[in-house]
Structures are given as C-alpha cells and as structure tokens.
C-alpha cells in the first residue's frame, strides 16, 4: 500500500486575499491645537509628545452604522463581483449599538443583503477587525466557500471621557474590504498571533468610555510587537528579513506609540538608534499619513494604514501589518500586493472626505460632546 501523503492545506493559497477597498472618515474634524487650546496644554505635547494632528468626529447623528456603510458601499462599487455572491459579513468593532444584534445586520440591511450569508460582528478591542479578516481568508481557505466573497469591515468611533489622557487621541474611520481574488493584495496565509489576558484598555458593560491604563497599554504593546516580530524572524538575521517588506504598518493609536513600540523591538535586537530611527522615518512613518488626519480609529486603524501603504504599491511588493486588540491580543500578518495596488482606486475616498469635512472649533467640541448622549453598552 502507498504510503499516505501529507496534506498540503496551503497549497493553493495565492488565490485568496483583498479584491476591493473602501474607506470612510465621517463629516467633522477637530485640528489637535484647537484641543490644546480648550485644555491649555502646550500644542506640542499633542503635535510632538503623541504624534498626533487632526482628530475625525461623528456628528450625534452619526453613527457606525453609517461610517461603516458608507465604506461598504464604496468597497462594493468597486468590486468586479455583484452582492448576490457575498457569502459572509463580518464586522470587527468596540463600538457596537447594541449587546445582541451584530453590526452587520444594519450594514446589510442598509446594503439590502439577505440570505445564504454568515453575518457576524467580532469583538476584541482594536484587534476585532484583523479577527474578521482571518477568519474571511481561512473561511477561504478552506474551500468552503466555494465562488462567494466575504465583506470584512472594520468600523470604530473612539471617544474618551473629556479631559481623559486619552482624548487626544481620539478619532473616527472605516475600512470595508472584500475577500476574494487578490487583485489589490495577497494576504499571506501564515501569520503570527501573541495574546496575554490584562486589563490594559477595557469597557465594563454599563459604562459609556473605556478605563485605560495608557502606560500600561504601551508596554503591552510593545510586548506584544516584540514576540510577533520574534515569530516571524525565527533566529533568522533580523536585517534580512525587515528587507523584504517595502513598508511595516501598524495599529496605531497614536503615531508616537508606534515609535515607542519599533525602539522597543529595535532595543531587542541590539540596533543603535541610528538604525532604528532609519528603519522608522523610511518603512513606517510614510504609513501613518492618513492616521494623523483621522485619529485612532481603534479596528480601523490598522487597515487605514495599510490601505494608504497598498495605494500605488508596484505589485508583489511585501508589506507587514501588526494588529493589536487591548485585553490582549495581538498578530502579524504579512502581505503583497497585487496588480490592483498600483492604481489605488480607494485613494479618492479619503481626498473626498477631507475636502468635504467641516473643520470645528475649540467651542463646537464642547457643544458637540455636550450634544452627544452616548449610548451605554
Ligand atoms: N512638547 C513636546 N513633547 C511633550 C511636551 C511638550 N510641551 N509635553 C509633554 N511631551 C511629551 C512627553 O515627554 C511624552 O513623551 P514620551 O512618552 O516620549 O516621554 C508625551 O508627550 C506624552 O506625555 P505624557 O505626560 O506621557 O502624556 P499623558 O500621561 O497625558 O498621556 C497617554 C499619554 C499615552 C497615557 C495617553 O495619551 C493615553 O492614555 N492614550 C491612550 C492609550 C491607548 O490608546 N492605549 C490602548 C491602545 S493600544
């Protein structure tokens, strides 16, 4: 008898990654020196100390509901498939309307999808939509889903109590992604996941803002890069193999942290600041230029970065993505891009956003905030 062959689950994998993007920042922004202004704080400690520029607002009307259908239609407008072939919605946020009823059901039925779909919302703090986005490519992966597509959105407003460290970073934003054939990028089907249960950024059920423990937050983040970039070096020569990325994106909740947490591995890998600062101003600084304009937008964050790092990207270019979810859970994946990238359709709904959002005052915060009753889940 032939003895029995392996199975290669992967072999066949570069079918599989993001086919469309679509993004959306909501109608408001608040310049960061306007909420220096109202907290008297030195504007540099926002602009410099935490890396931060403009934070992207929801008027009281608007909710994630829209942010995140706005991006899905963008997402599908531009897809070569049609809505009757989508056979999963998966929403990753920390914003959600309500404790039972998933995000994705006011997508869908704001998008009139129904039936043969599996629509779920995913839930672990920032990290919530690279969640649903593994789950689309494994769902993928494992051949089951024969010829349908998966909507992947991830979708946050981030508010902190007012005069919270945190409110700084505040921020707003949606990424919606479909999950087919790679044509804007491959996502690579091995990544490296690093998860340890603290209580660094957590939501009590009852109560309207997270409890954060900033500084805590920060070492856990840097733990966590640390281990996966570990993961994917495997006693590799570290140099090499940062090489063969074009660019590392990040979750980021705030610029300045993500340069806290690349020292922190560069540390681990005995680099002199020289080369760190190298490594930082040439693969990942360019990557936040459209985090400065919205914020944190906690799922989003990530994947704003990475959308803005894939536009006009040469195909097969390599990139790295870090997501990070407090609680706390954390994974690297790896991916290139496919002959899409290089057009970046998705480019022009963050010029349109911009060019059309009202820029508020000092004084519209307060009203605003004061407006905004938020409701307690
Ligand atoms: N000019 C330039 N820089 C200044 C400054 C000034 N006038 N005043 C202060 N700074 C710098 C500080 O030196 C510090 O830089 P460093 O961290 O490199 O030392 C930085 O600004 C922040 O100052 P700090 O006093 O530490 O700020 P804070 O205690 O008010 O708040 C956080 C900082 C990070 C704790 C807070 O913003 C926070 O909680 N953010 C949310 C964290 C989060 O999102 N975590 C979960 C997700 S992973």
Redesign the pocket.
Do not use: E, Q, R, W
């Given at each position: 008898m032939a003895s029995k062959q392996p199975i290669d689950y992967f072999a066949d994998f570069s079918h599989v990654g993001i086919a469309s993007i679509g993004l959306h920042f909501p109608p408001l922004a608040l310049p960061i020196v306007e909420l220096a202004k109202l907290r008297n704080?030195?504007p540099?400690?926002y602009?410099?100390?935490?890396g931060c520029k403009e934070m992207a607002l929801c008027p009281e009307d608007y909710t994630v509901v829209e942010l995140a259908t706005v991006a899905a239609k963008r997402a599908l407008s531009r897809w070569q498939g049609e809505n009757k072939n989508i056979g999963m919605i998966a929403v990753g946020t920390e914003s959600a309307v309500d404790m039972s009823r998933p995000l994705s059901a006011w997508v869908a039925a704001n998008l009139g999808l129904k039936g043969a779909i599996r629509s779920y919302e995913a839930k672990h703090?920032?990290y919530g939509g690279t969640l649903a986005l593994r789950q689309a490519i494994e769902w993928k992966l494992a051949g089951i889903a024969g010829q349908k597509a998966a909507l992947v959105i991830a979708v946050d407003e981030a508010l902190?109590e007012q005069q919270?460290?945190?409110e700084?970073?505040q921020g707003a934003g949606a990424v919606a992604m479909i999950i087919d054939d790679p044509v804007i990028a491959h996502v690579e089907p091995f990544s490296y996941p690093w998860s340890e249960p603290v209580f660094?950024?957590y939501r009590p059920v009852g109560c309207a803002y997270p409890i954060?423990d900033?500084?805590f937050?920060?070492e856990?983040?840097c733990q966590a890069v640390k281990a996966c970039y570990q993961a994917l070096i495997n006693g590799r020569d570290p140099e090499k193999v940062l090489a063969e990325f074009h660019a590392l994106c990040f979750?980021v909740?705030?610029p300045?942290?993500v340069k806290?947490a690349l020292a922190s591995l560069g540390k681990l890998l005995n680099w002199d600041e020289e080369k760190i600062n190298n490594l930082f101003k040439q693969k990942v600084d360019p990557t936040m230029d459209w985090n400065r304009l919205c914020g944190?937008a906690y799922t989003a964050s990530l994947w704003i970065a990475v959308a803005n790092t894939l536009k006009n990207l040469d195909q097969d270019k390599r990139i790295a993505a870090f997501s990070?979810g407090?609680g706390f859970g954390s994974e690297l994946l790896t991916l290139s891009a496919g002959p899409a990238a290089a057009q970046g359709a998705w480019a022009k709904d963050v010029e349109e956003d911009i060019k059309q959002r009202h820029y508020i005052s000092a004084a519209d915060y307060q009203a605003l905030r004061k407006r905004k009753t938020k409701t307690i889940i």
């Open positions: 704080v030195d540099d400690k602009l410099i100390g935490l703090a920032c902190y919270d460290p945190g700084p970073t660094d950024f954060v900033g500084k937050s920060l856990c983040y979750h909740p705030f300045k942290m806290k944190n990070y407090s």
